[in-house]
């Protein structure tokens, strides 16, 4: 099936990424492949770069389901990088052999004010973006859980686990366990304002609800995995863990925790 094999290659367009994805146009080319300039048209995307690089290729791709993701590092080998630019023989050689298979990543879904949505990949963060603290009432479902002050929090996906969440402390949760993490940034402790202090992993099937206390100190900073969001002002946002996935190639002997592994250990 030929429109199978439209592949649209997505990496940082200065002169030595240019360089270092030239030979691959050829590679592409050689196997049957086709090169897509528009996205849309792809059923592969892959990106070269790092981790930073494959979380952008998700969102400017627009978080296609139907499209199989697949990161090639030009550095290291990270968490969504499965391959790295000098192992290309040995990557097609994997796909035509049937070595590899398709590693599924949850991602959640972010709604703000109930008008906009949009799905993160790594995780959702809000952050008082003055200097002094801000503060919200914190619901898992019709539950009032806690009442937050402080500088934000952090809800991670598992494969974000790796991330800014690992950063404050959150545990590393296998993509397996359709989760999301809640990790507080600062908070504030004492007689007024007390909240769990540990972060807490919730299961798929739960809403996440953050009301911003509307005191003038209402504008903090959101951000979706490595973009910030473009809203000024916010009063509640709703957190859960989305229905639609990530889809990318894996090799059969590379599991997350021997990601984990090389990346941490
Ligand atoms: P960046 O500031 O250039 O990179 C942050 C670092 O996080 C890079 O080393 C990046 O790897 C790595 N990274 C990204 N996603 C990861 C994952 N799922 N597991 C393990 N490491 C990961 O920004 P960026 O490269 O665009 O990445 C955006 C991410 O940075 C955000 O989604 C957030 O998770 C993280 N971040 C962390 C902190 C913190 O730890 N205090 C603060 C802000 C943001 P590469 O070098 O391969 O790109
Ligand atoms: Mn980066």
Redo the contacts with the bound molecule.
């Keep these: 099936m030929p429109d199978r094999r439209n592949i649209f290659l997505y990496y940082k367009k200065n002169q030595e990424m240019i360089e270092k994805v030239k030979p691959f146009y050829e590679y592409i080319d050689h196997y049957g492949f086709n090169i897509v300039q528009d996205h849309r048209k792809a059923n592969i995307i892959m990106s070269f770069g790092?981790?930073?690089?494959f979380?952008q290729a998700v969102r400017k791709t627009g978080f296609r389901e139907d499209c199989l993701y697949t990161g090639v590092s030009t550095g290291k080998l990270?968490?969504?990088c499965d391959f790295q630019i000098d192992e290309i023989a040995s990557m097609v050689e994997a796909v035509k052999n049937e070595e590899t298979e398709v590693r599924r990543y949850p991602t959640i879904d972010v709604t703000v004010d109930d008008q906009m949505s949009f799905q993160c990949l790594?995780?959702f963060s809000i952050r008082s973006s003055i200097i002094k603290t801000f503060v919200m009432d914190v619901f898992i479902d019709d539950l009032h859980f806690e009442t937050f002050r402080g500088d934000g929090m952090v809800v991670s996906t598992p494969?974000?686990s790796?991330?800014?969440s690992k950063?404050i402390n959150g545990a590393i949760v296998d993509p397996l366990v359709p989760s999301i993490q809640v990790s507080e940034l600062a908070s504030l402790n004492n007689n007024q304002y007390r909240t769990l202090g540990s972060p807490f992993i919730l299961s798929g099937g739960r809403q996440l609800t953050l009301r911003i206390l509307q005191d003038g100190n209402d504008h903090p900073t959101m951000g979706m995995?490595?973009e910030a969001l473009s809203i000024q002002h916010v009063e509640k946002i709703n957190i859960k863990l989305s229905d639609k996935q990530i889809k990318t190639v894996k090799l059969k002997n590379n599991s997350f925790w021997e990601k984990v592994k090389r990346?941490f250990l």
């Design positions: 790092g981790d930073g690089t979380l990270n968490v969504y790594n995780e494969s974000g790796t991330a800014y950063s995995d490595n990346t």
